[in-house]
């Protein structure tokens, strides 16, 4: 079967890193992708990883542990727009699921 | 190019009606995908094409069917909408190996 663990919420200040992790349990894995997702809109892409390791977009980093079927998404230099919903969501072939997502509050 | 597009945007139906939720990509994309996202659910992933004239279940098949018209559009009917069936339905197309764009969605409430 597949199942999926994000936390429900993570609070963080302005300016300040923030991790959001996910773990994942998903047969035939190819790789693991990121979406934000603010009120009221579509999700859009932010990172993914098909290997081991750190992929670096800006302010914003992914990591991916295939043994450990473990990610993580790092935010850098916290904005107030970046207050919204992100959702970790593997792949396998062509099927891809989501996480109930992580709502990241951000405090001045 | 407009992207993903969905219609309608918002629906109201009653119980026992049908309607198709239409989607339309204009990006190439191979792969096209259906959620439907309900407060504190996330994503859930009802049907999805790999490719035109392949159709599979997703997480949250029962109660929808999908057609894969052509490589452009992949639509969602709901045969006898429940108001189980009320929520947010995302439509996405993928052409890379994982890059998901997204429709705007279509709002819909089942009374």
């Known amino acids: 079967g597949q199942s999926l663990e994000q936390p429900s919420e993570v609070t963080a200040v302005e300016g300040a890193i923030v991790q959001i992790n996910c773990t994942y349990q998903?047969?035939?894995?190819?790789?693991l992708s990121w979406y934000q997702q603010h009120d009221g809109g579509a999700p859009t892409f932010l990172s993914y990883?098909?290997?081991?390791g750190l992929e670096e977009t800006g302010r914003f980093s992914s990591f991916l542990s295939r043994s450990d079927s473990y990610g993580y998404l790092l935010l850098q230099e916290l904005q107030m727009k970046d207050s919204a919903s992100y959702f970790c969501?593997?792949?396998?072939?062509?099927?891809?699921?989501f996480g109930k997502g992580t709502r990241l509050h951000i405090l001045p | 190019n407009a992207g993903v597009t969905q219609t309608p945007k918002f629906q109201v139906l009653k119980t026992g009606q049908s309607m198709t939720l239409q989607c339309a990509q204009d990006?190439?994309?191979?792969?096209m995908y259906w959620y439907r996202q309900d407060p504190g659910m996330g994503l859930r992933l009802i049907y999805y094409?790999?490719?035109?004239?392949?159709?599979d279940k997703g997480e949250v098949p029962n109660g929808y069917n999908v057609s894969r018209l052509n490589k452009r559009e992949f639509s969602l009917r709901l045969e006898s909408a429940a108001p189980s069936q009320t929520s947010v339905y995302f439509c996405?197309?993928?052409?890379?190996?994982?890059?998901?764009?997204f429709g705007p969605g279509t709002r819909l409430t089942v009374t």
């Open positions: 996405a197309g993928r052409q890379g190996s994982y890059e998901q764009y």
């Open positions: 990883n098909g290997l081991d």
């Open positions: 990006m190439n994309h191979n792969s």
């Open positions: 969501a593997p792949r396998s072939e062509d099927k891809i699921i």
């Open positions: 094409s790999a490719s035109e004239g392949t159709t």
């Open positions: 998903t047969s035939g894995f190819y790789g």
